[in-house]
């Protein structure tokens, strides 16, 4: 298709030609990647969100093809758009975690780079930026940390300088979603005092765990806030957009909408905050691809993830085979895009760490160097530092950890310590495999390896039910896909337990 047209175009301009010098050839196609940090796909109009304000991204998926199943393969940013630029899965490029730096992957960049295109990004993240090696093969990087999306725009804008003759490679990161969350137009930004009162400093772990309720009890105005920063940032695209046409960048240009992840806004217990869960809060996300041979309104509902962009774009593109990465985890999706085949597909994710200690909903919570808890079901166990023994802490009475109740409780200490034994702070993450339809679960359990739950997003979108035993072939085929996918994963082996300590787990309720 993209050949008929280039060809097409060639016969056209040759019949209506006059004597004139001769003109160089068509340069490739331009290639503009737009990302909206922290950005849940429910939240945008194009996938079905009744109070969007997203005209402009609705536009987007209207041009091209949107993606209506769309997953990051780890929910926080650098390991997410990490894997968007290199097609490899966290655990290959290394940054398996938010600020960690990505160590291994040729990234898109690069090869357009070496193809002669002027490559250019513009970020308000740092997690996106050169300390991550997030800007490797771009010619120009410009960091603008924390900036809201109009400061993106203008330099998005001037980084359109770019030779005429050359392609273009653009990426520009927007920030805005990301709590807290504070719409800058103050025209159109709603009053929202209850949210603002919970985003106050210090408030974070407050704010994050519903300590109070104060978290439930704010959501409507945070709510409200968050889909006012997803509206200006709309808007803030829309003037991009503009100056990309002007600039002539936008008449053959490969167009990506997408988003490094979503939001948890209260699901599963997570709070304005995005990391440590696989559902559909924190996994969707709003994709679109548009350009040169796609047509327009369709709609790709088998599975894709962030790590399939590369790998489809270098194809969409016609970059010959020995230019593109090799021994990557992604695949190019344009078969489906373009119609041409239907069989169904996976895709894998893996949580991120739940970064404050005191996040109640994860077995093992915090940060190896700054202090992580096991949590048992009343207690929880914490690591300050490597040097200093753990401390206990009833855990609803005391979520703040002040007071170490050790001495009365030496079973509960001695049955979370043999927890931690088996989990490295960095292992316990849930995983998760989904067809598109169904989605499997493996939650890591107390006492040892995963417990599965299967949700059927058809008819339970929040993925609330669990029908593994309703379904058990369904769970069983994509458990066995899902294994296949852990088995890769690094981490060493859980310690084996004697038969004292299994009764002693067993005794506590913590095995069944
Ligand atoms: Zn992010």
């Known amino acids: ?42 939240r945008v109009g194009a996938y079905g969100y009744a109070s969007a304000r997203t005209a402009t991204i609705d536009a987007l998926a209207r041009r091209g093809v949107r993606f209506a199943n769309a997953i990051t393969p780890q929910p926080r940013t650098t390991p997410a758009l990490a894997s968007m630029w290199t097609g490899l899965s966290p655990h290959r490029h290394g940054a398996r975690e938010v600020l960690f730096p990505r160590r291994a992957g040729t990234t898109l960049a690069e090869v357009l780079a070496a193809r002669g295109y002027a490559t250019r990004a513009v970020s308000a993240n740092r997690a996106a930026s050169a300390e991550t090696n997030l800007d490797t093969g771009f010619e120009r990087f410009e960091l603008r940390t924390g900036e809201d999306a109009s400061v993106v725009t203008a330099v998005a804008r001037e980084l359109l300088d770019a030779p005429p003759e050359a392609p273009l490679l653009l990426w520009a990161h927007y920030l805005d979603p990301h709590a ?42 945070c709510s409200r806030a968050y889909d006012a920063e997803i509206a200006w940032v709309d808007a803030q695209i829309a003037t991009l957009l503009d100056a990309l046409r002007a600039a002539g960048r936008l008449k053959r240009a490969f167009v990506v909408f997408t988003s490094d992840h979503g939001e948890g806004l209260g699901e599963r217990g997570l709070w304005y905050e995005h990391g440590p869960n696989v559902h559909a809060s924190n996994l969707d996300v709003p994709l679109s691809i548009g350009g040169p041979g796609i047509a327009g309104g369709g709609v790709v509902e088998v599975p894709v993830s962030l790590i399939d962009l590369a790998p489809t774009l270098l194809e969409l593109l016609e970059v010959p085979p020995s230019e593109r990465p090799t021994d990557v985890d992604g695949e190019s999706v344009v078969p489906w895009l373009r119609g041409e085949r239907a069989e169904p597909r996976r895709v894998v994710a893996e949580a991120a760490d739940a970064l404050i200690p005191e996040f109640a909903e994860t077995l093992i919570a915090g940060h190896p160097t700054t202090g992580y808890c096991a949590h048992g079901a009343t207690f929880a166990l914490c690591w300050r530092s490597p040097r200093e023994p753990a401390t206990l802490h009833e855990r609803a009475s ?59 997003r058809a008819s ?3 993925e609330t039910r669990d029908v593994a035993e309703a379904e058990p072939a369904i769970a069983d085929r994509l458990e066995a896909a899902l294994e296949a996918w852990e088995r890769q994963l690094p981490g060493r082996d859980p310690i084996a337990l004697s038969p004292q300590q299994e009764e002693a787990l067993r005794a506590l309720g913590y095995i069944r």
């Open 1 to 42: 298709m993209l050949r008929g047209l280039l060809l097409f175009g060639a016969l056209f301009a040759s019949a209506c030609a006059r004597p004139s010098p001769p003109r160089a050839p068509a340069r490739a196609p331009d290639v503009i990647v737009i990302t909206v940090d922290t950005l849940r796909a429910d």
């Open 180 to 221: 807290p969350y504070r719409a800058p137009d103050a025209a159109a930004a709603p009053e929202t005092p209850a949210c603002a009162a919970i985003q106050a400093e210090g408030r974070r772990a407050e704010m994050q765990t519903n300590r109070g309720g104060h978290s439930e009890a704010a959501l409507p105005d």
């Open 398 to 456: 005391d979520p703040d950890h002040r007071a170490d109740v050790s001495a009365a409780h030496p079973e509960v200490y001695d049955a979370l310590t043999l927890v931690r034994a088996r989990w490295a702070p960095r292992g316990t993450r849930e995983h998760a495999v989904s067809d598109g339809r169904y989605k499997l679960v493996h939650r890591p359990r107390l006492e040892g390896g995963y417990a599965r739950a299967l949700y059927d």
């Open 460 to 462: 339970d979108p929040g």
